[in-house]
Structures are given as C-alpha cells and as structure tokens.
C-alpha cells in the first residue's frame, strides 16, 4: 500500500489478556518506530527498528512489551497479560533512511487504539 | 533534559487568517531537528515541516512556515490563509543529537478554524 497500515483498528481486551498489534510500513522503508500515545498526550516513544535489527527498545515500559519485525518489513508488538495503564492509541511510523529528517521524515500509521476493561 | 514544551492546549482561527502555534524546545545538544505534525481526527500523524538546528534559514512548505529562533530556544508554526481542514491536533517534535532517530513531543495544541 501507500502509507504505513496497522491493524486491528481497535482492539479491545479484558485485563490479563495478551494482545499483537500489527505494523506494514511503507515497502522499502528501513526503519521502524512504535509510540504509544496516551490519551490528551503526545506520542511516547517506545522502540526503534532498522530492517530486522532493534536498535532501541528504552521506552518499552514493562517486559510485558515486546516488539519484532523479524524479516525487515512487517512488524508485531506484543503485550503480555494486559492492564488498564496499557490503554492507549499505539501508532507504528516508518522512515526511508537511518536517520530522521527533512528528506527522511516518519511516516505514521492510523494507529491501534487499545481499550483494556 | 530534552523536552517540548507546547503552551497553548487550544487555538481558534477565523478561516483565511494566519495563525501561529507556539513551541520551545529544550536540549543540550549542538545537532538536532524539529519537526511539526498535524494528526486529524483520524489519527495519522502528517509530517507537515522540518528544520535543522543549523539550518540558518527559517523551513517553509506551503501555507506553513517555521519561526526558528534559536537563542530563545523557539520554534513556532505558522499556518497562513487557514483552511477548514486546517482543524486538528497539531504536534512540535525534536530529534536530539546526532545519531538518535527517536522524537520527542509536545503534548499538543488543538487547533479549530471557524468560517
């Protein structure tokens, strides 16, 4: 497709439920970010990805976190036994370069929004 | 500690007019980047404008421009000739040093053109 494609759309889950949020970036884009943004915030930064490597995984807040993206495109964030605190929109951006900026700006998905009851 | 600091949780523009959108930064790195997205209320997040910390002229993109001063650790955007569609969450963004690629947000100013 032509931009970044999360699904599902909306998810919702009972507390202690494991949950996969799905991430296709745009083809060809080498790196990946997962954000988690909170409801009347700003997206947090929860871990980076260049091709199948995760450079960075400092903003996952929990080992109930886990992300992959094991053939360098598509990629799955996992959480584990689920709690009300996990609520919140996690949107997926990919980027073409290595490094971020004007000619390789993030390009972001719509976004899961995750509703633990 | 880098930090985006956007005041203004709230702005109304009268639809034609210009508009500018507060947000100061805070780092203490040589090299960084700043960045503006609009998410509707769709969700996305749309890359509208990018500046370089040393990039001496101020970035425009259309209707947008970005009002850099960089001893007052400033970077405001301006939207001209505000559209209807111009309606949205707007976010100022910053990408600390060199060899990071993570932002770091503001937590946002909702911006409503009226007719």
């Known amino acids: 497709g032509a931009g970044v494609s999360q699904s599902p759309r909306y998810k919702v889950a009972k507390r202690g439920q494991d949950v996969a949020l799905r991430c296709d970036p745009i083809?060809?884009?080498?790196?990946l970010f997962w954000y988690q943004q909170a409801l009347g915030q700003g997206p947090e930064f929860l871990t980076y990805?260049?091709?199948?490597?995760?450079?960075?995984k400092s903003g996952l807040p929990s080992d109930r976190f886990f992300a992959e993206r094991p053939e360098g495109s598509v990629s799955t964030l996992k959480i584990q036994r689920t709690q009300q605190e996990d609520s919140a929109v996690y949107l997926c951006?990919?980027?073409?370069?290595?490094?971020?900026?004007?000619?390789?700006?993030?390009?972001f998905g719509n976004g899961t929004r995750l509703t633990v009851t | 500690a880098q930090k985006i600091t956007q005041t203004q949780p709230g702005m109304f523009v009268q639809e034609k007019e210009a508009v500018t959108l507060d947000c100061t930064y805070d780092?203490?790195?040589?090299?960084?980047?700043l960045f503006w997205y609009k998410q509707p209320s769709s969700g996305e997040m749309i890359f509208l404008i990018y500046?370089?910390?040393?990039?001496?002229q101020n970035a425009t993109e259309g209707r947008y421009s970005l009002n850099f001063q960089k001893a007052r650790k400033s970077a405001n955007l301006v939207i001209s000739a505000s559209q209807l569609g111009d309606s949205a969450m707007y976010f100022c963004?910053?990408?600390?040093?060199?060899?990071?690629?993570?932002?770091?947000f503001g937590t946002g100013t909702r911006l409503q053109v009226f007719p």
């Open positions: 780092t203490s790195d040589q090299s960084y980047g």
């Open positions: 963004a910053m990408s600390p040093g060199w060899n990071t690629d993570k932002l770091i």
């Open positions: 990805f260049q091709n199948e490597a995760q450079l960075d």
């Open positions: 951006a990919s980027s073409l370069g290595t490094r971020t900026g004007g000619e390789s700006p993030l390009h």
């Open positions: 500046q370089g910390s040393y990039d001496e």
């Open positions: 083809s060809g884009h080498v790196s």
